[in-house]
């Protein structure tokens, strides 16, 4: 008979990539060795709601937790997967999911980290919350991170041999109708593709476009995603909007942007196959699902150096170009680099399939989560 795992997550709409992650989890082939229970956090207003104390937060924190209770007595599981949150809203429901599971179910926890800021979130609370940390993560058996260089974000509360990395998978889409960007082909498309928030950079490429303009004949940036209210710079997602529309407007080029708003899978593919280059300067990520997009697409990427696990990923001058986070020049002297040189975009362009090819697709990622919800069971045996 096959174990109970209890797979805890929401599942989009919104789109986010932890919502992403739970959805692949529950269609993958992980189901072969295990009985999937669903315990969805799922909250279908959009993102500018979640980490806030409001009253539907609290009312779905309380029935995830009931029903973890239920789930646990009916079911005894032998392993919960539970992705943490980073704020304290989320993490005081996802501890106390830890502590219900471990207490209660006597299951061996799997805490799943999405993004690279955990131990900066622990060291920012007040001396109550961390103890309260403390004490949940102490009681997960296993930690799963994205990228050798985030297993010091659990270092803390579970053993270095205790940790699995687990690197994102992805599978683009085919779709009939999607033609590829030609290398050489008239005009340059930059794509930037995900949230529209200030700390994924989305100034950042504003500015840089500008700077590129002149050098770049036919130069067009696209923007795929909605404008969001952005938690680290504490500005709403209309001010956001506001500031960037208005750059564009004041700088007289305003025909080479497009912002096409929240795009789905269909148009995610197309984009990609469309585009000459990924731009993603962000301040904060985990690993990107876009980014190895891209790489599959057979795009160059412009990404943050230093940032989470992307330079695991996008190897500086082979499948892309790596800048400093929040300068605009940096980003700007990439894009020319690239628009002027068809064959280095050619070369990184198939550097970045091959990688995505031998490290980042899901059949590849189904097997390091099962070998580490694996070696999760055999230790709670």
Excluded at 94 to 100: A, M, V, W
Excluded at 279 to 288: I, W
Excluded at 328 to 347: F, H, M, N, Q, T
Excluded at 353 to 359: A, M
Aim: proline share 6%.
């Amino acid at each position: 008979m096959k174990p109970t795992l209890i797979v805890v997550g929401p599942v989009p709409p919104p789109f986010h990539g932890c919502s992403v992650s739970t959805v692949m989890i529950l269609q993958s082939r992980l189901q072969e060795y295990f009985r999937f229970i669903h315990l969805d956090t799922s909250d279908r207003r959009d993102l500018n709601n979640l980490g806030r104390w409001d009253v539907r937060n609290v009312a779905l924190a309380l029935r995830s937790l009931a029903r973890m209770v239920w789930v646990c007595v009916a079911n005894r599981p032998a392993i919960v997967c539970i992705p943490i949150s980073q704020n304290r809203p989320g993490f005081l429901r996802d501890g106390l999911l830890i502590l219900i599971s471990r207490w209660l179910g006597g299951a061996e926890v799997a805490v799943y980290l999405h993004g690279s800021a955990f131990d900066r979130f622990y060291s920012s609370s007040g001396r109550m919350f961390r103890a309260f940390i403390d004490l949940s993560m102490r009681s997960a058996g296993t930690g799963i991170v994205l990228g050798d260089r985030l297993r010091p974000e659990f270092a803390r509360w579970i053993p270095p041999e205790r940790i699995a990395v687990v690197p994102n998978g992805v599978v683009l889409e085919e779709v009939s109708d999607v033609s590829r960007k030609l290398v050489g082909e008239v005009g340059f498309t930059v794509l930037f593709l995900g949230n529209l928030l200030k700390f994924k950079g989305v100034a950042v490429v504003i500015d840089a476009a500008l700077r590129a303009i002149d050098l770049v004949p036919g130069l067009r940036v696209v923007f795929g995603g909605r404008w969001t209210d952005d938690p680290m710079y504490g500005e709403s997602a209309d001010s956001i909007r506001r500031e960037c529309l208005e750059k564009v407007s004041r700088s007289g080029h305003s025909s080479s942007f497009e912002f096409l708003g929240e795009v789905d899978r269909h148009e995610v593919t197309r984009l990609l196959y469309g585009s000459d280059v990924l731009v993603l300067p962000s301040e904060n990520e985990g690993l990107p699902m876009v980014i190895i997009e891209a790489m599959a697409a057979g795009l160059p990427v412009i990404a943050s150096r230093g940032v989470g696990t992307i330079p695991d990923v996008v190897i500086d001058g082979e499948t892309g170009i790596l800048v400093p986070p929040r300068e605009p020049g940096a980003v700007a002297e990439a894009i020319v680099k690239l628009a002027s040189d068809p064959e280095l975009r050619r070369r990184m362009g198939q550097a970045g399939q091959l990688r995505y090819k031998h490290e980042y697709t899901v059949g590849i990622w189904t097997e390091r989560l099962k070998l580490a919800l694996t070696r999760s069971r055999s230790r709670a045996a």
